[in-house]
């Protein structure tokens, strides 16, 4: 069974930081796209950031340009969000999703993904 497990979520004050990883299990995902999504409440889902299969290629939302930062590491499964400086308006809920088909570009449409993770809180007080 493919599972996709985030963690690293917490509170923290404006402008601090904190590092998302998701870990996925049930299959290797070092040949697929892997993204980033974040939903606050009563709001849709919103893609934050995406990296290709190698690494080599990242795309971010303009919102955290410059701030969050993707990445991954193959050996372990896992994906990576840094995120500095941080901003109330980045409360949210954070999702991880994977895509089923190998050597795709970055993918910033949620519909595409096929596997999700349940999600972790993050809150930033102001």
């Known amino acids: 069974q493919v599972q996709l497990v985030e963690s690293g979520g917490g509170l923290v004050q404006a402008g601090g930081s904190l590092r998302l990883s998701c870990a996925a299990s049930?299959?290797?995902?070092?040949?697929?796209?892997m993204g980033w999504f974040r939903q606050a409440p009563g709001k849709e889902r919103l893609f934050v950031a995406a990296?290709?299969?190698?690494?080599?290629?990242?795309y971010y939302a303009d919102s955290v340009k410059g701030r969050f930062t993707i990445s991954r590491d193959n050996a372990k499964n896992t994906v990576y969000l840094q995120m500095n400086s941080l901003k109330p308006e980045d409360t949210a809920v954070y999702y991880c999703?994977?895509?089923?088909?190998?050597?795709?570009?970055?993918?910033?449409?949620?519909?595409?993904?096929?596997?999700w993770g349940q999600g972790t809180q993050v809150t930033v007080a102001s």
């Open positions: 999703a994977a895509v089923r088909n190998a050597h795709t570009p970055v993918v910033v449409t949620a519909t595409v993904y096929d596997y």
């Open positions: 049930g299959r290797t995902f070092s040949s697929n796209a």
């Open positions: 990296i290709n299969w190698s690494g080599g290629s990242t």
